[in-house]
């Protein structure tokens, strides 16, 4: 019995050892498994990371392209906008050009031809005067033919020297003020009057009193001095020219009509331009250069105002200035 309890007692012993090593292996594979687990777990948290890491890189790098792209629009926009100012200023500038060439070969045409005429003819005069090939009272006889070529070349000077001044200062140089027409009229038709009366026209000035607008005096004074001019030029004999004026929204319409030759439509069409052929002769020879008129478009613009012209072939022309009214 007691060998028995010994032997069963070693049995006991060993059975609970092997119990214990077991529970010990047992324990010592779950920390493991545990380790694995968080071995595992740190790998996956390690990829998270740089899952994250590269998808917020890709977010920025994708962000920095749309700025880069915007910038890009943005500043290609502004390269177009500048290229088209850049265009115009040189369709202008290639404009302005083409009119200051125009603006020459008119001047050297008006130099060239409509001043040598009068002044060859005033230096005759004067030569055979001197030479004493013709006697004062042959002088004297031709007197008014030379003072009205020198009126004539005053005119012209006078207008040539304008319309460079035109072209020189550009425009906004006028100074407008309300301003009273009749008189400005009134004095052009005093001026103007022995041209008329040595072809015996009839000038009515049938301008009101009250007549005003707001304008340059001395611009206005020029165009209705040219426009009487040309309308005494291409009146025949026994003719009318008559000034008048009408109101109408706002503006006041300045009009000088006459009786003369009239113009085609073709000659309507180049009347305010510089046209290489729109010199034109009056009923008695007079020369024209068309400048006188286009003086007359520039000083209309430039008072913010506006000028055009009616006319039939043999019937007469009205030519109409248009002018802003007093507030």
């Known amino acids: 019995d007691y060998k028995d309890s010994l032997h069963d007692d070693k049995a006991n012993l060993k059975v609970q050892q092997l119990q214990f090593e077991y529970d010990l292996r047992k324990k010592e594979n779950q920390i493991d498994l545990l380790k694995k687990d968080n071995v595992i777990a740190q790998n996956k948290s390690e990829q998270q990371k740089i899952v994250t890491t590269a998808s917020l890189t890709g977010v920025c790098l994708l962000i920095i392209i749309c700025v880069l792209l915007y910038r890009y629009s943005q500043q290609e926009k502004k390269n177009a906008v500048e290229i088209r100012k850049q265009n115009d200023e040189i369709q202008k500038q290639a404009v302005k050009l083409k009119e200051l060439n125009r603006f020459k070969d008119k001047t050297f045409s008006v130099l060239s031809h409509d001043l040598r005429g009068p002044i060859k003819s005033f230096a005759t005069a004067l030569q055979l005067f001197d030479q004493n090939e013709i006697s004062v009272e042959e002088f ?30 550009g425009p906004g140089q006028s100074k407008q003020v309300v301003t009273g027409l009749y008189d400005i009229t009134a004095q052009n038709v005093t001026l103007l009057q022995d041209a008329a009366t040595k072809k015996e026209i009839n000038i009515h000035n049938k301008l009101s009193a009250s007549a005003k607008a707001v304008c340059d005096p001395s611009e206005v004074n020029i165009i209705v001095r040219n426009l009487v001019m040309n309308a005494i030029k291409f009146t025949k004999n026994n003719g009318d020219i008559t000034i008048s004026s009408t109101i109408n929204a706002g503006t006041l319409l300045l009009s000088v009509a006459d009786t003369g030759v009239g113009m085609t439509q073709e000659q309507l069409e180049k009347l305010f331009t510089i046209a290489p052929d729109n010199s034109t002769y009056g009923t008695e020879g007079e020369k024209g250069t068309g400048l006188g008129l286009l003086l007359c478009y520039e000083f209309a613009k430039a008072n913010n105002g506006s000028i055009y012209a009616q006319s039939k072939v043999n019937e007469g022309t009205t030519i109409t200035v248009v002018l802003p009214l007093p507030a």
């Open 140 to 169: 004297h006889q031709m007197k008014p033919e030379v003072m009205e070529q020198l009126n004539s070349l005053n005119m012209l000077l006078d207008n040539l020297l304008n319309w460079a001044r035109i072209y020189m200062q």
